[in-house]
């Protein structure tokens, strides 16, 4: 019982942190599973069966408050789950030991560039509540982040998020409440993907339940908080959590002692609070540019908290 409880408030944290940013639950569930002793193709099975539930509440939320571009959303999901089939049959056939490095080290590099992205001074972000992405451009950004999704049990988010927010053409908002919603049809690839694959066993229903249950109750509250939260601590606090996890499941493949492997994730904790000190603090400054030049139309959009009316992070624009 305790275990689900954890991995509910696992599910609720990560999808928190999805919603807000448009990525984080996908490698933040699979990078606990994994911890947790699941294999990579069941971490990554039980997060994509609870995201189709997770994906309909976020998506019917961020419809709700104005934050989807359906045409957009269109244009990365069909892409999107084909990549994810492919990526979930891959997975499926791979080998448990081999598949579990191969899992982890996506992950651990997901998470150093999320953390990055996140600590790094951000730029000016655009308003358009409309995406000018053409199908050439997105198919084949929606097909490499569903493959990666699913071999990596995650990275939905980071790649497609990251990638159309660095392009600087598309309001913040629109960009995460777009990619959220078009995560539904990648989940139900993902899934019909790796049930082809595996089957029904080794997959715990209580596991999905659970991670789904409490991803459910968090997307609502995500969705308001798209325009509320700041981003950047968020952003870097996951990438952080992403790293410390993945870097000590690689450790233990590698036969690190318990000890060893603790020291060198310790070793590195200073820096990981380094980098969201830095992403604190441009948040504050944000929040007192824009309270000394308050109504000054675009220009407080620039400034404003990087999680402000203009969306997740109305600073954060190109450097996500």
Do not use: K
Request: hydrophobic content about 50%.
């Amino acid at each position: 019982m305790r275990r689900l409880i954890i991995l509910a408030l696992a599910g609720l944290i990560a999808q928190l942190v999805d919603g807000a940013l448009g990525m984080g639950y996908g490698v933040t569930s699979s990078s606990l599973l994994l911890l947790a002793g699941l294999s990579p193709a069941l971490a990554s099975a039980s997060v994509h069966l609870a995201e189709i539930g997770t994906t309909v509440v976020s998506g019917a939320s961020h419809h709700r408050l104005g934050n989807t571009d359906w045409r957009l959303t269109a244009r990365l999901a069909g892409p999107g789950a084909v990549g994810a089939f492919l990526g979930a049959t891959a997975l499926s056939h791979l080998p448990g030991e081999a598949a579990t490095p191969i899992s982890s080290t996506i992950l651990l590099v997901l998470g150093l560039y999320v953390l990055a992205r996140f600590a790094i001074r951000p730029l000016a972000a655009p308003t358009a509540r409309r995406s000018p992405h053409s199908t050439r451009s997105l198919a084949p950004l929606g097909l490499l982040a569903g493959f990666i999704d699913a071999t990596g049990g995650g990275g939905w988010g980071p790649v497609a998020t990251t990638t159309l927010l660095s392009r600087g053409r598309t309001a913040p908002r629109t960009v995460v409440g777009s990619v959220d919603t078009a995560e539904f049809l990648v989940s139900v690839a993902a899934s019909a993907g790796f049930l082809a694959g595996l089957g029904t066993a080794g997959i715990e229903i209580g596991v999905v339940l659970a991670v789904l249950t409490g991803g459910a109750i968090a997307a609502p509250l995500a969705a308001w908080a798209v325009s509320r939260l700041p981003g950047p601590v968020l952003g870097s606090g996951v990438g952080a959590l992403i790293v410390c996890t993945n870097l000590m499941t690689i450790l233990h493949w590698l036969g690190a002692p318990a000890p060893l492997s603790i020291g060198i994730t310790g070793a590195l904790a200073p820096v990981l609070a380094a980098l969201i000190a830095i992403s604190a603090r441009g948040a504050r400054r944000a929040r007192r540019l824009a309270a000394a030049a308050p109504g000054t139309g675009e220009s407080a959009l620039r400034t404003a908290s990087p999680c402000g009316p203009a969306g997740v992070g109305a600073r954060v624009g190109a450097g996500l």
